[in-house]
Structure formats: C-alpha cells, structure tokens
Nanobody, 126 residues
C-alpha cells in the first residue's frame, strides 16, 4: 500500500498561482501512477491531471491545459501540481491519488485509483 498526504492548499487571488504537493509513503513510489482530482461541494470528483510512474507521460483535463503542470520526483517520493493563472471558482478539494503502474489507460477516471490523500481545499477569489 501507499499513503498519500497533500499540502499546499489555501486561498489565492484569481490570476495567481499555487503549488500542491503530494508526499507518498509505504511502498516504492515508482510502483504507482499518480493523478490529481478536484471536487467542489455538490459536484462529482473531476479529473485534473495524471502522470505515469516514470513521469514521461502526462495528461490534463481540457479545462486546465496550459495552466496546470503535473510532475513527480520519485527519488523524493513526491508528486506536484503547479497551478498558474487560476480562475475564480467555488472552493474545491484537490485530491492526490495513486494507482498501480501497470494499470492501462491514462487514468482520467477516479474509479481507476486505489489510494487517495485527504484533499486540501483550494479557494480562488475574484
């Protein structure tokens, strides 16, 4: 198993930037692909970005392409989500998730992930 702990959430003004971090512990981090999802109150959890176990492949939701960047450092057991040009939106919880590196597909559905962090809140004010 792998345990995930996110950090870096908070309040930011529209147009600003924020970096979320996801610290992994337990099994070897490179055994897992990682995804970021977000969930606003009353809405379904939606895909934001995903990265393969090696970091060579990345995937983004259309709504964040060009503004968000996912990365990882397997030597530090860390994954990151860099967000720039943030838009004013309702507050959302941002979740880091992990799935086995052998799993097929890009990992854009939350049902594909087995392990989840606690989901820090990100609020973008106008």
């Amino acid at each position: 198993q792998v345990q995930l702990v996110e950090s870096g959430g908070g309040l930011v003004q529209a147009g600003g930037s924020l970096r979320l971090s996801c610290a992994a512990s337990g099994r070897t981090f490179s055994n897992y692909a990682v995804g970021w999802f977000r969930q606003a109150p009353g809405k379904e959890r939606e895909f934001v970005a995903a990265i393969s176990w090696s970091g060579r492949s990345t995937y983004y939701a259309d709504s964040v392409k060009g503004r968000f960047s996912i990365s990882r450092d397997n030597s530090k057991n860390m994954a990151y989500l860099q967000m720039i040009s943030l838009k004013p939106e309702v507050p959302a919880l941002y979740y880091c998730a992990a799935r086995d590196r052998s799993a097929l597909g890009a990992g854009v559905a939350y049902s594909e992930y087995d392990y989840w962090g606690q989901g820090p809140q990100v609020t973008v004010s106008s």
